[in-house]
């Protein structure tokens, strides 16, 4: 079985300093993936190399097997890679519905048509009200989702990224900056949508991780120090040192 | 936040509803019997322009408004399908071909569109500066072409033609300006309808998406450079239809159709009424077309007045009139307008009289500095005063600082009542 997402040697410069330094992973299918590490560490740059956001400078990314070199944000989510952003990234002058239901106009075929109606497609209406259903929002469906309290724009942007229907999730530090009980509902939202598709995700509440995830990459300096299932992980001594030890004892 | 109730209906999926269809029909009816109530010449020659300005200020809003693309040369587009109509006239009229002429605008869109193609081409793989850049140096590289490439655009004097010579409809041959008008009006309806319609499409709903966050919209599928090059080209043929009815009604097509000025000066029309809505450019070539017609018929100085409001636009209200209507449909659902009115009154009242009143002082400036000497007398609001006359003076500074005064005192009282009247009633929520 071909992993779901896979990492070969991948390699980024920003001028002079690496960021990234031989980063090899391979992501199962339907695998919930945690990358953990301290700031700066360069997990959203990682992030934003699998996603084309920025090119990288050497190395393989690979979905399904297939390489994404040379290939445009639009072009991979095409392919079934869908992300969220640490830096909440909606359409804030758009209704709540509205972003929900262009997350829903690619995955269902509309393309760049201009010879349809969206009101007429009872699929794509439907499709979107469930969304909203399933992220808690029907309430606040017709409000600008600028707006919108800061946690329901993390579930608002949960709720693009799965709209899709792809089949990799990321999530870049979907619960950054959220209270216990606001974090409680986000994680209880990704068990959720993310049933039976590949997740990865950047997280620094350890909480999370550890209920999350199926298995844990840590991420310093731009190279992996261990991947293994969260218990593997607690244990490893290079990563106490390196991070867990100093972040586990934060959390008390 | 407002505490607007969202309980309102939704029509259902696809359901063509009276609702929805009131506001068109209602338009509809309306053009049709303007005619009969502005029924000399000139009106109709007014609100011909009007509706040319119309379709050309909405193709406008498709970029600026929908798409988030700022243009500085969309004269470009109208200009070219115009001069390609009149050519076409000039060709029925050789005998080379022959049509009906209600059909001539499509033709002027279609060519709109085809350079709208090949501009957008490369004009649309950025949005914000560069494509603004290019859409400022591709409009100045067509308007200098009109003196180069003469046989096209007929070199300083334009090219002209002659409408009547297109196949008659039910015997209307379009002689007379109320046959033009009626013409001009079924393709406004006909535009209007379909740029809405465009609007509601996936494409035209991405357009939206790209406006507000291109780099989330690629991250869904979209290339942003591909959604905005189909607005674009949807843009380019909505203003060559409005160059198509220029074309008809003026019978002829210049230079300063496709220059700068020209471009620069639906930017303000739109921007005056409103990007953020459909209708809202609707407003502002209503409103420009009759401070541009009726203005210039008493001040040579209509153009500052123009821009003094569009500045004030800007800055007081950057949701342009149409923003400003919509302002107040949170009172209005309130039911609380009432609490508006004596403000509006005690301050706004004021302030319009304080701006006639500077307009006066500079009309009467302008009449000191520049008629001939010993040309004392002017007409300023239905009066005949002096413009070397000291008491004038006085009593119009008097009037300004008076309705400044006024309008000042009166703002903390309006700025209570609006926030008065956007609030709900205890127990509304």
């Keep these: ?252 | 936040m407002t505490s607007l109730d969202h309980t309102r209906t939704r029509p259902a999926a696809g359901g063509l509803s009276l609702a929805t269809l009131a506001p068109w029909l209602m338009a509809a009816l309306f053009l049709a019997v303007m005619p009969f109530i502005f029924a000399d010449n000139s009106a109709i020659t007014i609100m011909n322009q009007m509706a040319i300005t119309i379709i050309f200020a909405l193709a406008y809003n498709m970029l600026l408004g929908q798409g988030g693309m700022l243009s500085f040369g969309h004269a470009v587009y109208m200009g070219l399908g115009g001069f390609m109509c009149v050519h076409i006239m000039n060709w029925m009229e050789d005998g080379a071909i022959s049509m009906p002429l209600p059909l001539l605008p499509l033709f002027g869109g279609l060519f709109g569109l085809g350079f709208a193609m090949l501009i957008g081409s490369f004009s649309t793989r950025k949005a914000g500066t560069v494509f603004a850049m290019i859409s400022l140096g591709v409009g100045e590289l067509i308007a200098a072409c009109s003196v180069i490439v003469v046989v096209f655009f007929g070199g300083e004097e334009g090219v002209s033609g002659d409408r009547t010579y297109g196949i008659p409809v039910l015997g209307v041959e379009f002689l007379h300006q109320i046959e033009v008008y009626y013409l001009t009006a079924f393709w406004l309806m006909l535009s209007a309808a379909l740029m809405y319609l465009f609007s509601r499409t996936p494409v035209g709903r991405m357009a939206n998406a790209v406006r507000d966050n291109p780099e989330r919209a690629e991250f869904l599928g979209y290339s942003q450079r591909w959604v905005r090059y189909y607005s674009f080209c949807a843009s380019g043929f909505f203003a060559g239809i409005a160059g198509g009815l220029f074309a008809i009604n003026y019978e002829i097509l210049t230079e300063e159709n496709l220059n700068l000025a020209t471009s620069g000066t639906i930017l303000l029309v739109t921007f005056l009424g409103g990007v953020g809505f459909f209708f809202g450019p609707i407003i502002g070539a209503i409103v420009f077309t009759l401070l541009a017609t009726v203005l210039k018929l008493h001040t040579e100085l209509w153009q500052l007045y123009v821009g003094a409001i569009f500045v004030a636009t800007v800055m007081f209200f950057p949701g342009g009139l149409a923003g400003l209507l919509a302002m107040h449909v949170a009172p209005w659902r309130l039911g609380k307008m009432g609490v508006l009115v004596k403000p509006y009154l005690t301050t706004l009242l004021p302030g319009v009289i304080g701006g006639l009143g500077l307009a006066g002082a500079t009309e009467m400036l302008f009449h000191a500095r520049e008629a001939a000497e010993g040309d004392e007398a002017m007409g300023l609001f239905f009066m005949e005063v002096s413009s070397h006359s000291p008491v004038a003076w006085a009593a119009v500074l008097a009037v300004t600082a008076a309705g400044f005064w006024l309008a000042r005192r009166g703002a903390p009282g309006l700025k209570a009542a609006w926030d008065e009247a956007n609030t709900a009633p205890r127990g509304r929520r």
Excluded at chain 1, 26 to 40: F, K, L, T, V, W
Excluded at chain 1, 223 to 244: D, F, H, S, W
């Design chain 1, 1 to 252: 079985m071909s992993a779901a997402l896979e990492l070969e040697g991948l390699r980024k410069s920003f001028g002079k300093t690496e960021i990234i330094r031989g980063v090899d992973l391979s992501i199962g299918r339907a695998e919930r993936h945690a990358i953990i590490g301290p700031n700066g560490a360069g997990k959203s740059t990682l992030f934003n190399l699998i996603t084309g956001r920025f090119p990288k400078t050497s190395g393989a990314i690979r979905l399904h097997g297939k390489d994404l070199t040379g290939l445009a944000p639009f072009e991979i989510n095409r392919l079934g890679l869908s992300r969220s952003f640490q830096i909440t990234n909606i359409f804030p002058k758009m209704s709540v519905f509205e972003n929900v239901r262009c997350a829903l106009l690619w995955a269902q075929g509309h393309r760049y048509s201009f010879w349809s109606l969206v009101s007429r497609s009872r699929e794509l209406n439907e499709g979107a009200e469930e969304i909203l259903e399933q992220i808690n929002l029907t309430a606040r469906r017709d409000l600008p989702a600028g707006v919108l309290s800061y946690a329901e724009q993390r579930a608002l942007e949960i709720g693009i990224t799965i709209a899709g229907g792809a089949d990799v999730i990321m999530l870049d530090e979907p619960t950054a900056g959220m209270s216990h009980s606001e974090t409680d509902y986000i994680v209880d939202l990704i068990r959720e949508v993310t049933k039976g598709k590949t997740l990865v995700m950047v997280e620094h509440d350890m909480g999370v991780v550890f209920g999350l995830a199926d298995r844990i990459s840590v991420l310093v300096y731009g190279e992996i120090i261990a991947t293994g299932t969260p218990e593997a992980v607690r244990a490893n001594p290079k990563v106490q040192e390196a991070y867990l030890g100093a972040a586990l004892e934060a959390e008390h």
